[in-house]
């Protein structure tokens, strides 16, 4: 009789452990997973946009600036501009 009672106060204690500590870290572990892996996405996205402005805007620098050879004499003076 006592080994009856102990094995279902066993079982009892086991089933409160996984029901109110593993499933809720379990539930919170996969939430954060989640979370994580929206975060980076939406990073990724961020960046090929920044990507995708900063291919534009040098190709739009490219496209402004004088061809070689068209006009310009030697001694004119030349503006530098630093790309970064």
């Known amino acids: ?3 009856i009672l102990l ?4 079982i009892y ?3 409160r452990f996984i029901t109110q500590f593993v499933v ?3 539930r ?3 939430q954060m997973k989640d979370k994580i892996r929206e975060m980076q996405q939406v ?4 960046a090929r946009q920044a990507q995708q ?3 534009a805007a040098q190709a739009q620098t490219q496209a402004a600036q004088p061809k070689p050879g068209t006009g310009s004499r030697a001694g004119d003076y030349i ?4 790309v970064k």
């Open 1 to 3: 009789m006592s080994k």
């Open 28 to 30: 919170a572990t996969s």
């Open 13 to 15: 204690l086991l089933y």
């Open 53 to 55: 402005a900063r291919d």
């Open 7 to 10: 094995y279902a106060l066993l």
């Open 43 to 46: 990073q990724e996205q961020q």
């Open 79 to 82: 503006d530098f501009e630093e």
């Open 24 to 26: 809720p870290v379990s």
